[in-house]
């Protein structure tokens, strides 16, 4: 009696109670040992020994008779339960199969096709329509995915290997992730589709927050690592910074020495053995906070030069040249801000070119006009700068 009792009141639920995070696959295991041990107490309790005992309980009225009757009763609701759920669980498997076996880029596709099957098991089952349960799904295929996408990047070589690949990789899973959240939240609103004419419509009522609280860390902890990995690329930039004028070679120099001290930082942060993508380890973000003050430092102080290179710039082009340089470096706050300043002269110079060219081009056509006057028979057609055509004139 103690272990069928013990065997009705197990939820799956309980790993991710405990504070694991178990996959969709323990899930679909749960259901399908449940369905088969309740089966099996079931015929038991329905053998010709046992259904006697009852029948003897119950004619001297015995106090035992209703628990046991009630404790059937119970068993045969459950498995009626287990194999409801069972039965539409199953056909996850082989989509969750898939999932595992391909490159965590590659599974993008299969996500629509999950969330579809999740709709339809929510739809149809009799007993695995209610928050509580799938919840616990929704939950264990954040996990699957989080677990794919940790396989897929090696977090112990994302800060080792090339930035560049490594950030690549990184935006990858960012955009996966963040599409299986946006396709939860359409079929979230869609779930009517799923359901028969007539048939009483249950929504998701349930805030996305109790499916996805792991996931959104997992997600902000990423979005720290492209933000660093991104930032790093930057700053590679500095070592092949060169610039023109005056002050050319002693600002060249500054950028080299900050690139040189950035690198040192940088391996530091690369050489750590700890897991960046372990949302549970403060480490990394601590090293990443210390890393973004020393980013900040490198801003206040490029700034600094890009001001002094651009005021250098002996014309337009040059001016345009420093811009192209810097590239991406210009949307950083600091030498946002001084390139932003740094406009209204911008526009100055290119009025003053315009104005030059306007009175080049004057001249020019000045010039072929009054070249046009030594050719008696002729008249001089001006096309454009540099260019112009002549006819002859009949003389009658």
């Known amino acids: 009696s103690y272990q069928i009792q013990g065997a009705l009141?197990?939820?799956?639920?309980?790993?991710?109670?405990?504070?694991?995070?178990?996959?969709?696959?323990?899930?679909?295991e749960f259901w399908k040992n449940r369905y088969e041990d309740l089966e099996c107490i079931y015929n038991q309790l329905r053998t010709q020994k046992v259904r006697k005992m009852a029948e003897l309980l119950d004619r001297v009225q015995s106090s035992y008779f209703p628990a046991f009757k009630a404790m059937f009763r119970d068993v045969v609701e459950a498995l009626t339960e287990a194999q409801d759920i069972n039965l539409h669980l199953t056909p996850l498997q082989h989509v969750l199969e898939e999932i595992e076996n391909?490159?965590?880029?590659?599974v993008k596709p299969l996500i629509s096709p999950l969330l579809h099957m999740v709709c339809l098991i929510w739809a149809t089952s009799n007993y695995y329509n209610t928050p509580a349960r799938i919840i616990v799904l929704l939950q264990e295929i954040c996990n699957l995915l989080i677990q794919q996408a940790w396989n897929y990047l090696t977090p112990e070589d994302i800060l080792k290997g090339e930035a560049e690949e490594s950030l690549g990789k990184v935006r990858e899973v960012l955009a996966i992730l963040s599409y299986f959240k946006q396709t939860f939240e359409d079929r979230r609103e869609n779930l009517h589709t799923y359901f028969k004419p007539g048939q009483r419509v249950k929504e998701?009522?349930?805030?996305?927050?109790?499916?996805?609280?792991?996931?959104?860390?997992?997600?902000?902890?990423?979005?720290?690592?492209?933000?660093l990995?991104?930032?790093?690329?930057?700053?590679?930039?500095?070592?092949?910074?060169?610039?023109?004028?005056?002050?050319?070679?002693?600002?060249s120099q500054q950028v080299l020495s900050m690139y040189e001290e950035f690198q040192e930082v940088y391996k530091v942060l690369s050489d750590r053995s700890y897991d960046c993508l372990d949302t549970n380890s403060m480490e990394f973000e601590h090293d990443a906070s210390d890393f973004k003050q020393k980013v900040e430092d490198v801003d206040r102080r490029l700034g600094t030069i890009f001001s002094q290179a651009f005021d250098d710039a002996a014309g337009l082009?040059?001016?345009?040249?420093?811009?192209?340089?810097?590239?991406?470096?210009?949307?950083w706050p600091v030498i946002a801000a001084s390139a932003s300043d740094k406009y209204p002269r911008l526009i100055t110079m290119f009025d003053r070119d315009l104005d030059d060219a306007k009175l080049i081009y004057s001249r020019h056509i000045q010039e072929e006009m009054e070249l046009g006057l030594l050719f008696g028979n002729f008249v001089v057609i001006p096309l454009g700068p540099g260019l112009s055509a002549g006819s002859r004139v009949d003389q009658g």
């Open 317 to 331: 082009e040059h001016a345009f040249k420093l811009l192209d340089i810097f590239g991406s470096l210009l949307e």
């Open 102 to 106: 391909v490159e965590f880029n590659e």
């Open 9 to 28: 009141k197990r939820e799956s639920s309980e790993p991710l109670l405990q504070g694991s995070n178990p996959n969709p696959k323990v899930e679909l």
């Open 229 to 251: 990995l991104a930032t790093a690329l930057d700053i590679m930039k500095l070592e092949k910074l060169e610039f023109s004028g005056i002050r050319g070679k002693a600002l």
């Open 204 to 227: 998701w009522d349930f805030q996305s927050l109790m499916v996805f609280a792991r996931l959104d860390s997992f997600l902000r902890r990423l979005k720290m690592v492209e933000d």
